[in-house]
């Protein structure tokens, strides 16, 4: 097993930090060795890094990543395989008034 740090930089302004600790959890739970921290960042931010790399950026992409997909990319890194983009996305939400 290799160390593996993850950090999330998520919009408080925009109310992402639910979504932030759901994402916590997830990682804990499949990944128990990562350590994962967080920081508020820019307007609209959801940004993941792993170890450093930026793996994922919503505001590249306008939508939160597949959960799921981050845990498999975190798992691969603590065993020792190269980090690769997350590019598998939850689907977004579209409402019309």
């Given at each position: 097993?290799?160390?593996?740090?993850?950090?999330?930089e998520?919009?408080?302004?925009?109310?992402?930090k639910p979504?932030?600790i759901?994402m916590?959890n997830?990682?804990e739970?499949?990944v128990?060795?990562?350590?994962v921290?967080?920081?508020e960042?820019k307007?609209?931010?959801?940004?993941i890094?792993?170890?450093?790399?930026l793996?994922?950026?919503?505001?590249?992409?306008?939508?939160?990543?597949?959960?799921?997909a981050?845990?498999e990319t975190?798992?691969?890194?603590?065993?020792g395989?190269?980090?690769?983009?997350?590019?598998?996305?939850?689907?977004?939400?579209?409402?019309?008034?």
């Amino acid at each position: 097993m290799y160390d593996v740090k993850v950090n999330i930089e998520y919009c408080e302004t925009c109310n992402y930090k639910p979504q932030f600790i759901d994402m916590v959890n997830l990682i804990e739970k499949n990944v128990p060795t990562a350590k994962v921290s967080g920081t508020e960042g820019k307007e609209g931010s959801f940004e993941i890094k792993i170890n450093d790399e930026l793996v994922y950026s919503k505001l590249q992409t306008l939508a939160f990543p597949d959960y799921e997909a981050v845990c498999e990319t975190i798992k691969d890194v603590s065993n020792g395989e190269p980090i690769k983009k997350v590019t598998k996305q939850q689907p977004i939400e579209c409402t019309i008034s």
